[in-house]
């Protein structure tokens, strides 16, 4: 690759930024899983000895269920989170689903996976079975609007100030609002992990080696280098603890979608 042949468009590629997505046609493949083939358990309450947040130090902040997704990538266990809202209550469930080839007795020894997951990570648990398809009862079709969140997933610590997480900003700026985030993920196979990971490998030595012979400075090329670095050490964090297939939905009324 030759430094003159990067563009912009290869910088905004891997920053996932002015893209926009094909038109979904009738064909376009689609994730379900028939009513047995799908698990939901309402969160009714957790218990925490200890409720601070916030890392000691320059320490970077690993979120409690870190450990969770760890064992349900080992078992290749697809995970769906659902939190949502109406006006004085909100509602947080956690399920898991499998495809028309799976069976209803290994959807409920997933599902136990996960309550037994829960369990190790809160001294207390409070989970009841929810068969509904939507939070506070809602099926998909009682949403007026809805769509799918693109860009790059980060971790955000704790607000300094109060110590609040990215869902408890969502809970307390939508107070009052009729609204639901629904996150579905899949674990993916460590081959397609290891492969990604040498095909960035490879692009990084085609750019730095192009940008040595040709000796002439590239600001684009390193910024590109820059970024490849970041993807790199992302998918180093997936291939040691688990990499996961997502897709974010965003469900609400004509007064909560657009602050959602």
């Not at 209803?104 to 829960?118: D, F, R, T, W, Y």
């Not at 080696?209 to 992302?234: C, F, H, I, N, Q």
Request: hydrophobic letters at 40%; aromatic letters at 6%.
């Amino acid at each position: 690759m030759a430094v003159e042949s990067l563009t912009a468009e290869d910088v905004d590629y891997i920053q996932r930024t002015g893209f926009r997505p094909p038109p979904l046609s009738s064909r376009t493949g689609l994730t379900e899983a028939s009513f047995p083939l799908r698990m939901l358990m309402q969160v009714d309450g957790i218990g925490r000895t200890d409720k601070s947040q916030r890392p000691a130090g320059g320490e970077r902040l690993s979120p409690v269920t870190r450990d969770l997704l760890v064992g349900l990538s080992n078992y290749r266990v697809p995970l769906c989170f659902l939190v949502g809202a109406q006006p004085g209550r909100a509602g947080l469930r956690i399920g898991t689903w499998l495809p028309a080839r799976g069976s209803p007795e290994s959807v409920a020894e997933n599902g136990h996976l996960i309550k037994i997951g829960l369990q190790t990570l809160y001294s207390t648990v409070e989970i009841t079975a929810d068969h509904a398809a939507g939070p506070d009862g809602a099926t998909s079709r009682d949403w007026e609007l809805g769509g799918l969140a693109l860009g790059v997933p980060i971790f955000k610590p704790p607000d300094a100030f109060d110590g609040l997480l990215p869902y408890d900003r969502l809970l307390r700026s939508l107070a009052g609002l009729r609204w639901a985030a629904l996150v579905l993920a899949q674990p993916v196979g460590e081959t397609l992990v290891r492969n990604l990971r040498l095909q960035l490998i490879n692009e990084r030595r085609s750019v730095q080696t192009a940008s040595k012979l040709e000796g002439v400075p590239s600001p684009l090329a390193d910024t590109y280098d820059e970024l490849l670095a970041m993807r790199l050490d992302d998918l180093t964090e997936a291939q040691n603890t688990g990499g996961w297939r997502t897709a974010v939905y965003l469900l609400g009324d004509a007064d909560s979608y657009g602050p959602l």
